[in-house]
Every structure is written in structure tokens, then in C-alpha cells.
């Protein structure tokens, strides 16, 4: 029988995990999507075609696309750079936008543009719910919009602790993220930013309830640097204790980098106050599998999008032998680590 | 050896014949393509994009299309509805637009998705001129752009005879669309809106020699009705002089519907004072095929689309019939007619 893994998150850090995963031929894979994302050409999307936000169900879809066409790869991720009303927009938001119109829902185009792609595997939308993220910082303030968070325009907040995290108005998790959930031989948290992905999808209301329930084992790969504004105060251990207060649950695994980050790449990102998560998962009692997870090329920024990119990435094939490692072997840790 | 059959002229009306052709096996379609379209979404296309219009060839695309992906087909001819930026647009033209982006010119787009939909002919745009269409009417005024002229914001003109129709500046014929007239064994011209598609072929630098030269049989297929702005005056035998004057060329068959249109049908376009085009084709000398070439279907308004739409069409079957008896009996309109 098949395994059954789920993948929680949606943004960009996940598309290394389901890149990593796909082509093993004896998982059965599930993405569950933040649907909280309003920057960029979402907000177009939300406010004035009251759809939920398409752009990380595309980046799903894309990254367990299984087809060799070329032309349909070219056009889903092609990005408008001009046009006014149309720069910004992704030809394969636009897709989405036509089939929603034409088949009714979101969740109904995403499954016909699957069969086109011929995806290996599941891309459920956390919520239904059109609902909007909210940050609460220590130093009082509060923020309403998932790319304010990302991006606050009050330099004051990207010092600022985020103490609490919420989305209104309340949503529910689909039923089919639920089931996934529980379903699940193994579940992965992360990597990714960590308030405006990860934990965007443990803020809705059925998704720790869920966490708690299943039988699935918890696997948490930690972010490869911190990101100012949400993640410029932690170390390792900050960021899984941030992923259990809202989970609820304590993971079974966790997957640590330990290859040298290079130091040109640290200087840049030292630049925007942005620094290698230091590990002192030690002084924790998780079980902690450290191992080369980085990749070696440099990704480079992205032009056409508005969002700041990550110049160091996860590597798909270091992670996904990892982790088919630990789906397959009870006791992997101990024999590989 | 295949027949080489070259349809001229792009429009909703050209459809019917490439659709009615596109079935026999033993045919090479070449349609060449109208490129002075510059209404709705080709405004844009056009001025902001500085690409050529595309919206006629992403017709023909879909008229010439084998492919049973119902999705392909509902996204190509998927109009939006809202969207500041997006409503009017066609998601097809939206495709054509990334695709020209990505592979460096518009015949590259026109080539890659005619493989994606199994595409049965080659479709050609007339010319790679960024060029528009000119009308100089009998009372002395000249308007300069095909969607004025199709549609003309001075009542006068609709009531005007265009006596003189040209390009401005100048423009070429692609080097494709010469030889394709060149080396047919059969040219189709019409239907369409006569000035604003047949004729805006023609007045391409190059058209009217290369047809002059051809040793092709040329089979011109008359309007079913009249269109205020262009064939208001008209009977049969003007329309086909009106062609003969641009082409400088006289064809060797003249086809004509001779079945009776729904008389509540001809109310509703007498509404907007057009009328079925009178048959006095038997003044000339043509060989004239008189024959039912009419769609029983009546066909609707598309309401996404700003311009407006014939009620009565060509049948595509009845056309191919009739269209392959003539490619495959040299004396055909002896034995049939």
C-alpha cells in the first residue's frame, strides 16, 4: 500500500519537499495551501473576482506537475511584465481565474489543470474561507494582510516580535484537508516563512484539532535563515517551539541543514539583517536528523515578481531521499544519524 | 499528392469553410489571416504589447484544431467578463501574448499551440506590418482604423460608399502567404465582412500579384446578407466586382446560397437595415454554383464579445461538400449545378 504523506504549507519553501517526493512511485502525496496570500496579483484575484488566492495552488500545481510539455510549463509560470491590468498576473493565475469561471470553483479548476499537467498527487486548499491574516507584535501593534506581514511597511515591526498570530474573520479547514490529515502516514511541516506560510495554515480552526488526532508521524524541516520581520529573533529551537504553540502537537522528527551555507551568500543576506538559523536544537529532546539538505545552485531572484526570493534553497533530491528514508525505516534516525 | 487549398481572410466568417474543410484527409489548408484588427483586446494587443492583432488567428486556431482537450478549448475561448485590465480579453489571446513574449514573434505562438491543439492547416498572417486600414467613402471622408470602419461612429457613412480601401503606411505580404498562393491548387476567398476582412487582404503589397500569378482555380463565396457600413448598396454581382477590383484577378467559381433564410430572421436584420444579398449573378458571366450553404442553426450573440455577431452563417458541411466536389471534379459545376 501507497503512503500516505501530507505536506502543510503552499509557499515557495514547499516546492523543494514536493519536487523532493514525486517521484517515488509508492507515496501518495497531499499539499494543503495557505490561502491567505493578498500580495501581488492575489489581491486582484480577491477583491475583484472574489476567488481564493490562486498563486501558491499554481506553484503547487507546477512543482508535481508530471508532464513533458514544455509549452504548457512556459505558459502556466510566464509572468506579464507589461499591459496595464495585466502586469503582474501569471498566465496561470489567469488560467485558473478562466476555469474557475467556467467550472464552477477553485478546487474544480485545480483539478482539471492536474489532469493537464497530469500532477502526481492532491493540492487542497486549507480553507474555503475568504479570510485575512493577522499579526500581533510585542510591541502592540497589530497587522492585517498577509503581505504587510511579509513586507511591513512600519520598519519598526520587522524588529518586532510576533506574538500571536490569527486570521479574520475565523475560518474552517476544508473537510478535505481534515481527512487528509487523518488519513496520513506522515505529515510535513515546513520549511518556509514561518508566520506568513507554515503557521498560516495551523491558524485554521480544525487543522491542529486534526494534528492532534491523527496517527501520521510529524516531520518539521527547519528554515535555512531567518527572515527579518518575523524570524529575525530565533534560533532553531524558537522556530519549532512557534510551530508547536500553534500546532498543538510535538513533532517526531526534525530535519536540521548542516552543510556550510557559502559565506558570500551569508554576506548578502547579512546585508537585510538576515542570518543562517543557528541550530541549538541540542538542548531540545526531539529527535533531530542533521544532514545536507542545502542546494547547490543559487537561485537566482526572480525579476517579474514583486516578493523578495530566496537565494539559498533546500535541495529536492537531498530532502526527498531523507525523507522517503524515514517513511521507510521506522527506526531511521538511529541507523542513519 | 494532397489538394493545396489557401482560404483568404480570417474573420467569423472564414470559419464555416475551414471548419467544412478541415475533415477531408486529402487536403492542405493554408488559411491566410487579415492583420488589420484593431478592436477590443487587439487595441491593447496592439498598442501596449506592439504585437499584431491576434485575435483572427486565434480563431482560426480553433477552427483548425483536432484536439479533443475539451479544457484546451474552454480556456482558448474563454472572454473575461470583469476584471479592471481584463475584461474583454480573451484568455486565447492572453496565451498568444505570453507565447509571442517567450519564442520571439507571433507565427512561433501561431506554431506552438498549433501543435498543442493538433492543429490541421497552417495558418498565416497576411503581414508582419503593423499597418491600418483606411476607407475613403463617396461623400469625401476617409476614416482610418477597421474597427471605425466596421463599425463607423458618423451615421452618414453607414449609408456611404466605400470607394476606395488601402493600408497606411504600406504594408507587405509575409513571404508565406505569397508562396501559399503561389503554389495552391485552389484559393477560397470570402466569406466576410467584405472590406473589413476579404478585402483587407487584398490591399496587402504583394496579394493581388502572387494571386495574379497563381495558377489555382479561385472560388469566391458570397455574403449571405448585406452589412450597413460596407455592403449596404450591394447586390451579388457588386460584391463580386468590388472583389475583382482589388484581387485584379476574376474567379473561376462563384458559389451562392440559393436556400430561403427564416423570414423572422430577415425582420431582425432589416431592423438594422441589412437584407439578404440580392442574386443577380446571372448578369455576369461567372460560373456561378447556386446551392443550400445555409446553417439551419440560428447562431447566437456571444454577449462577451463587443462586436456584433451575424444570426445567420454559412454551413460548414455544406460548404466542404460542395467546396471538395469542386477540388475533385474538374467539371464539376457541369454535373451538379
Chains 1, 2 share one sequence.
Not at 508535481?64 to 512556459?74: G, P, Q, V
Not at 494582510?145 to 511597511?153: A, V
Not at 491523527?214 to 516531520?219: D, F, L, W
Not at 548542516?258 to 539583517?273: A, D, G, M, T
Request: glycine content about 6%; proline content about 3%.
Amino acid at each position: 500500500m501507497k503512503k500516505r504523506i501530507t505536506v502543510i504549507g503552499g509557499g515557495t519553501g514547499t516546492m523543494p519537499v514536493l519536487n523532493g517526493l514525486k517521484n517515488y512511485p509508492d507515496l501518495e502525496l497531499t499539499v494543503i495551501v495557505n490561502m491567505t496570500d493578498d500580495g501581488g496579483s492575489n489581491a486582484v484575484v480577491r477583491d475583484e473576482f472574489g476567488l481564493l488566492p490562486l498563486s501558491d495552488l499554481r506553484k503547487s500545481i507546477i512543482a508535481l506537475a508530471e508532464t513533458n510539455d514544455k509549452l504548457l510549463r512556459d505558459m502556466f509560470t510566464y509572468r506579464f511584465s507589461k499591459g496595464e491590468g495585466l502586469r503582474g498576473h501569471t498566465l496561470g493565475n489567469l488560467m485558473m481565474m478562466a476555469l474557475t469561471d467556467i467550472y464552477g470553483s477553485e478546487l474544480e479548476a485545480v483539478k482539471k489543470l492536474s489532469k493537464l499537467f497530469n500532477v502526481k498527487g492532491n493540492i487542497i486548499p486549507v480553507t474555503r474561507d475568504n479570510t485575512i491574516l493577522v499579526a500581533h507584535y510585542e510591541n502592540g501593534k497589530k497587522i492585517k494582510s498577509e503581505h504587510l506581514i511579509d513586507e511591513p511597511e512600519d520598519d519598526d515591526l520587522k524588529y518586532s516580535k510576533i506574538v500571536k498570530l490569527s486570521v479574520e474573520p475565523k475560518a474552517k479547514a476544508t473537510k478535505e484537508s481534515i481527512k487528509a490529515i487523518l488519513d496520513s502516514d506522515f505529515i510535513i511541516i515546513g520549511p518556509g516563512d514561518l508566520y506568513t506560510s507554515t503557521l498560516a495554515n495551523l491558524v485554521i480552526d480544525g487543522i491542529s484539532e486534526a494534528l492532534q488526532k491523527t496517527k501520521a508521524k510529524i516531520i518539521l524541516i527547519t528554515n535555512l535563515m531567518t527572515k527579518l520581520g518575523q524570524t529575525q529573533w530565533m534560533k532553531a529551537s524558537d522556530l519549532v517551539n512557534e510551530v508547536v504553540k500553534y500546532s498543538k502537537i510535538k513533532p517526531h522528527y526534525i530535519l536540521h541543514n548542516k552543510s556550510k551555507i557559502n559565506p558570500q551568500i551569508i554576506e548578502r543576506y547579512k546585508e537585510e539583517n538576515e542570518y543562517v538559523l543557528e541550530d541549538d536544537l541540542d538542548k531540545t529532546n526531539y529527535e533531530v536528523i542533521r544532514a545536507n539538505f542545502l542546494n547547490s545552485k543559487v537561485t537566482k531572484k526572480d525579476k517579474g515578481d514583486e516578493l523578495k526570493r530566496s537565494l539559498v534553497r533546500h535541495d529536492p533530491k537531498k530532502l526527498g531521499k531523507i525523507l522517503y528514508g524515514i517513511f521507510t525505516y521506522e527506526n531511521f534516525s538511529k541507523v542513519f544519524t
